[in-house]
């Protein structure tokens, strides 16, 4: 009798784990892009394109990562830096630039130079600068 109650006692736990796991499942942070927003259009710029007093505090900050934002006219210039890498063959890829109720999302990632390829044996400054419609909402940025 003894052994029958300590039997079904070990299925019943079986079974509490089992509910219990399938109930909780896992939970996976998203970052803020995947979250609902709106994409926005953008441009990639050169910074001949870029006006000269961004431009002027953008050469100040490139030595260290930096993320900035610039109003001129009816655009805003969005700029993210990822400081000075020990070489070149550097990339920035966007990932997104999302427009939600009160705030813009940029998402950007920097990518090394691939294993095959050659590259300058000197410091770079890799950035990039987008230029979209003007906004008054809050830029929030995401670098990886």
Same mark, same amino acid.
């Given at each position: 009798?003894?052994?029958?109650?300590?039997?079904?006692? @070990?299925?019943?736990?079986?079974?509490?784990?089992?509910?219990?796991?399938?109930? /909780?499942?896992?939970?996976?942070?998203?970052?803020? @892009?995947?979250? *609902?927003?709106?994409? /926005?259009?953008? +441009?990639?710029?050169?910074?001949?394109? /870029?006006?000269? *007093?961004?431009?002027?505090? @953008?050469?100040?900050?490139k030595i260290n990562?930096?993320?900035?934002?610039?109003?001129?006219?009816?655009?805003l210039y969005i700029?993210?830096?990822?400081g000075e890498q020990? +070489?070149?063959?550097?990339?920035?890829?966007?990932?997104?630039?999302? *427009?939600?109720?009160?705030?813009?999302?940029?998402? +950007?990632?920097?990518?090394?130079?691939?294993?095959?390829?050659?590259?300058?044996?000197?410091?770079?400054?890799?950035?990039?600068?987008?230029? +979209?419609?003007?906004?008054?909402?809050?830029?929030?940025?995401?670098?990886?």
């Open positions: 009798m003894m052994r029958k109650n300590m039997f079904f006692s @070990l299925i019943l736990f079986a079974v509490i784990c089992t509910s219990t796991l399938a109930f /909780c499942g896992c939970e996976k942070k998203v970052s803020s @892009l995947k979250e *609902e927003g709106k994409e /926005c259009d953008y +441009t990639v710029v050169a910074t001949r394109d /870029c006006p000269e *007093e961004f431009l002027s505090h @953008l050469e100040e900050k990562p930096f993320q900035m934002t610039y109003q001129d006219g009816s655009y700029a993210v830096g990822y020990k +070489t070149g063959g550097y990339s920035i890829v966007i990932k997104g630039l999302l *427009e939600k109720s009160d705030k813009l999302c940029i998402e +950007t990632e920097l990518r090394g130079p691939g294993k095959d390829e050659t590259v300058k044996q000197k410091p770079s400054y890799p950035y990039v600068i987008i230029k +979209t419609e003007n906004s008054s909402k809050e830029v929030i940025f995401e670098s990886h």
